[in-house]
């Protein structure tokens, strides 16, 4: 059992990430442009640097100051409240922060938890979310360690169904935590990061309608009901079709392979756990390819000769397209694709029938179609 730490999808079914919620990130809640002031002394920091960031709209904003004995001040404008990350000197923390706010950070920098925010009003909340993801990422790195110390080769049976738990008391804890803040910026955040980033589509829908007018109205909430609009295409029953460049830079049409069953694959180059996914295609592929078995890769690569390279090397002789943009893919866009590896399956219709096959999960599942 696996946790997704990047942005490829290990083979995991408790998608937890490793990194703290205090990490930089993004949520937002009032569409009110205004101006913002912080205010720190953080004893130990002495005269480093200190950097605020924040991301929105995809970009990654960065100002920086060097503090005078600890103190320090920031000064700018916010389209609404975001979650800016405090670096001060080598460690981090993160402040939830809306526009026309004043805000004070007083506190040691050896003891970054403990330091006191005032002036924020969603720090609470934020702070809230912190202390339930520090149990849940805390047993998950318990569990971890059994996993090293059983090896590879050694039952895993009993670990992995503490995993399962733990997946389903994220779950729940999600669910209680946007329960008890519906109206709060930070909710669609955290609906968005456990069950958008890491796919969960019921659970993305349910929490979401949980949330307020106003939650939904906010910038993030607006943008999670964006992500499931665009998720709602891949979902199970759809018949999606596109068009995209081979490798020889010729258009190639999922439907055009109406009358096969397709399993449509998100992969790159780059990605590790793509990499070890693929030789449970080719072994699917070998068995159910002349019984009308067809794969249409679709890379988010964006140097075509490191494509090319480990079509090669991993001997995968099905059908590869790209548009060779990376995450900026259009494609990746439109099917609002957050991690690889991702896929789905169509039937001879066309018709999605199954998403996110792997391993014997595949193998299974192929065996029923053709039986």
């Known amino acids: 059992m696996k946790i997704k730490i990047m942005k490829y999808k290990l083979p995991a079914k408790v998608l937890l990430a490793a990194l703290s919620p205090f990490a930089l990130i993004t949520a937002v809640c009032a569409q009110t442009v205004g101006s913002y002031q912080i205010n720190g002394h953080i004893e130990g920091l002495g005269d480093q640097k200190v950097y605020l960031s924040r991301s929105y709209s995809g970009k990654d904003l960065t100002d920086s100051v060097v503090a005078q004995n600890g103190v ?78 059983i ?10 169904a503490e995993f399962e738990k733990l997946s389903l ?23 968005t990061d456990r069950f958008v980033t890491y796919p969960n589509p019921e659970k993305a829908q349910s929490t979401y309608a949980l949330l307020t007018v106003a939650g939904k109205n906010s910038i993030y909430g607006k943008e999670l ?11 199970m029953g759809v018949k999606p079709d596109f068009t995209i460049p081979d490798q020889n830079g010729k258009p190639i049409k999922l439907s055009s392979l109406k009358g096969k069953v397709v399993l449509v694959d998100f992969w790159a180059s780059w990605c590790g756990p793509c990499r070890k996914e693929n030789p449970n ?10 019984k009308g078995f067809e ?25 590869h397209a790209s548009d060779l943009k990376g995450w900026k893919s259009d494609l990746a866009q439109e099917y609002g694709i957050r991690s690889i590896p991702m896929n789905f399956l169509v039937d001879a219709n066309g018709k999605i029938i199954a998403k996110d096959l792997r391993g014997e999960e595949l193998e299974k599942k192929l065996l029923t179609v053709f039986k």
Not at 225 to 235: F, I, P, Q, R, S
Not at 297 to 316: F, M, P, R, V
Request: hydrophobic share 40%; aromatic share 8%; net charge positive.
């Open 72 to 149: 320090f001040s920031f000064k700018g404008t916010s389209p609404g409240t975001l979650i800016y990350g405090l670096r001060l000197g080598k460690q981090f923390m993160s402040v939830a922060m809306q526009s026309n706010e004043h805000v004070k950070i007083e506190g040691v920098l050896s003891k970054l938890n403990e330091v006191v925010v005032t002036g924020a009003k969603e720090q609470k909340v934020w702070k809230e979310w912190g202390q339930t993801w520090s149990v849940v990422s805390g047993r998950a790195g318990q569990l971890y360690k059994a996993l090293d110390s």
């Open 151 to 160: 090896g590879e080769k050694g039952d895993r049976t009993a670990v992995n």
């Open 169 to 191: 008391r994220l779950i729940d804890s999600v669910e209680h935590f946007v329960k008890r803040h519906p109206s709060s910026a930070i909710s669609p955040y955290v609906i």
């Open 225 to 235: 009901g964006d992500a499931l609009k665009v998720g709602a295409k891949t979902g």
């Open 281 to 290: 295609l080719v072994k699917a592929y070998a068995k159910y390819h002349d």
């Open 295 to 319: 794969i249409l890769g679709i890379s988010l690569d964006d140097k075509k000769d490191n494509w090319l390279k480990a079509i090669d090397a991993d001997k995968l002789t099905w059908l």
